[in-house]
């Protein structure tokens, strides 16, 4: 049997639905062996129907192999008879179908491109938001190119590279220089840094480089980079910092410079402050840090991070380090990063360590405490220091030991601090090593008593006073005229030094009181007995060992230009500070 065309019956079925000829005679022409046109269906729209031909209701005939095949009003029984007898016959019609269906989805999307809808419209008119991630993603391209390129910043306010983002992206606007130098850049440094740190921390060995150049500006700069070989065997190097250096280029400053820039980037050593900071930047460390202390009954205590400008915080990161050593090498280990657990031997000498600087962290507390005097306690505790440092046999006790002998080698003979340590009842002349320098700032403050003008007046007053008494006497009785102008005489021979020695001797002889006990309290009760030497002594306790109370104050001072109060004049923090220091 002939089949009829796919393509006449195509045509057929689009001129049918326009109505634009007359059917019978396109299906007369597309199959002229069939003579009877009557035959063939003329309102099938299926491609199926090329095979087919309607021999009875609700029944068609193959045009393949003759055989009747139902149709219940559909082509489903005669799509199933095509695919099982004739697979070729099948695959063909289903070709053309898929076809068809394309290409009236493109013709529908045809028409409606270009359309947008009333929100894409406005969206279009209006840049991005703020938060928007295209803009985000601009932006940190932007700062990246001027990165890559060390194009300068100003180039967002040209005009020409101003017009050329606008065609590109119509709805992004440049941020401004500003923006960029304050936000952007120093926003993608610290998150490079970090990137960085991390992998300077898993690694055992680099190498650095370093120049010293002059700018165009004739500004010296010192830059490091950084050379390092990866896991994975591949070379990699990085500016670590890049520093402007104004002062004298000798070996001295140079070094203390490259040792700043080592220890920012935790490479002068593997180190307890390189774990800390570990632990400080990862919250998934931390985190696991808390599970294990939990699992080994440790106090659950966090690592704590030393400050450059206060030395008794590395004290502190050291014994909090040992309390934690357990806990921290099995959460190192856990976590795939033993690379920077510290060896054992070497952790036997931060134990080593903690043990020498207890005795030093002790002072610095009770030297740094507001409400106590702090200088008549230098000369004992330096003392007691230097003889606690010489009984250990470590090498850090040794230098120690080396500094501060040279530091107070003639302490005992310095005026101001001798001088608050013999007049503090808790210590007097029992504080001294050496018995000469005590008699020595005792005969000092004999004469610092003897030269006040109110002694002065009390003895040129008593002169007076014994003549007068004297004069009175005699008249009264002349049988005592004698004596009592020997008694004068000798009243009037007094010198204020005398006084002042006696006081003095007085005082010293007078019981300690105890260590603990407050001093001003004690001359507070005893002042009436000992005149003169209360002035010398208010001189010289006043004196503070420390500048703990001045960094407080500064600390303040912080706080107070803030932010928020930026625009405050200096007669004004002048009076917040003074009014804050008082007591309420």
Request: aromatic share 8%; glycine share 2%; proline share 4%.
């Amino acid at each position: 049997m002939q089949s009829v065309n796919s393509e006449y019956y195509i045509a057929y079925c689009r001129a049918r639905d326009s109505n634009s000829f007359n059917s019978s005679c396109v299906m007369a022409s597309s199959n002229p062996a069939n003579p009877n046109p009557a035959t063939k269906p003329t309102n099938k729209r299926s491609l199926i129907w090329t095979h087919f031909r309607e021999c009875a209701e609700k029944q068609a005939s193959c045009d393949l192999c003759g055989m009747k095949v139902p149709t219940a009003g559909n082509t489903t029984n005669m799509t199933k008879h095509l695919n099982k007898y004739h697979p070729n016959e099948y695959k063909e019609i289903h070709e053309q179908q898929t076809a068809a269906k394309k290409s009236v989805e493109d013709a529908k999307k045809q028409k409606t491109k270009g359309l947008q809808t009333l929100e894409q419209s406005i969206e279009r008119t209006q840049g991005y938001a703020k938060e928007s991630s295209r803009r985000i993603n601009i932006d940190k391209a932007l700062v990246n190119m001027l990165v890559t390129d060390l194009q300068p910043a100003k180039i967002v306010e040209d005009e020409g590279f101003k017009r050329f983002i606008s065609v590109l992206d119509p709805r992004y606007s440049l941020p401004s220089r500003r923006t960029i130098m304050r936000q952007s850049l120093p926003e993608l440094y610290e998150t490079k840094k970090r990137d960085l740190l991390e992998a300077l921390g898993r690694i055992d060995y680099c190498s650095l480089t370093t120049d010293l150049w002059t700018s165009r500006a004739n500004m010296g700069y010192i830059t490091v980079t950084c050379h390092f070989i990866t896991s994975d065997w591949s070379l990699k190097s990085a500016v670590l910092s890049t520093k402007h250096v104004d002062e004298s280029h000798t070996a001295i400053n140079l070094a203390a410079i490259l040792k700043a820039i080592t220890d920012e980037w935790n490479i002068t050593d593997k180190s307890v402050k390189n774990i800390v900071s570990y632990f400080h930047r990862s919250t998934k460390a931390s985190d696991k840090l808390k599970v294990i202390q939990a699992r080994l009954n440790l106090p659950e205590h966090k690592l704590i991070q030393h400050v450059d400008t206060r030395w008794n915080s590395v004290f502190y990161m050291l014994r909090r380090y040992l309390e934690q050593d357990e806990a921290i090498r099995t959460t190192l280990c856990l976590l795939d990063r033993s690379d920077l657990l510290i060896a054992s031997d070497k952790t036997a000498i931060l134990k080593e360590a903690v043990d020498t600087l207890q005795p030093f962290e002790a002072v610095t507390t009770e030297m740094s405490s507001e409400k106590y005097l702090s200088a008549s306690k230098i000369i004992p505790l330096a003392k007691s220091l230097m003889m606690i440092s010489s009984q250990k046999t470590s090498e850090l006790a040794a230098k120690l030991l080396h500094h501060m002998r040279g530091r107070f080698f003639n302490v005992e003979n310095n005026p101001i601090l001798a001088s608050a340590t013999l007049l503090d009842p808790r210590f007097k002349k029992f504080a001294f090593s050496d018995q000469s320098a005590a008699d020595k700032i005792a005969r000092t403050v004999v004469a610092q008593c003897a030269s006040q003008p109110s002694l002065e007046r009390i003895s040129s007053g008593a002169e007076t006073s014994a003549s007068n008494e004297v004069s009175a006497s005699s008249e009264l009785n002349p049988l005592w005229q004698f004596f009592d102008q020997r008694v004068a005489e000798v009243r009037a021979t007094r010198q204020p030094a005398t006084d002042a020695f006696t006081e003095l001797q007085q005082y010293l002889r007078m019981p300690l009181i105890a260590r603990q006990d407050d001093p001003l309290e004690w001359w507070r009760n005893n002042e009436a007995a000992f005149p003169n030497v209360k002035q010398i002594a208010t001189k010289y306790l006043v004196v503070l060992a420390t500048s703990v109370p001045s960094e407080r104050l500064f600390s303040k001072a912080g706080e107070l230009i803030s932010a928020r109060r930026s625009t405050l004049k200096p007669k004004n923090v002048d009076m917040f500070l003074f009014l804050n220091s008082l007591d309420n």
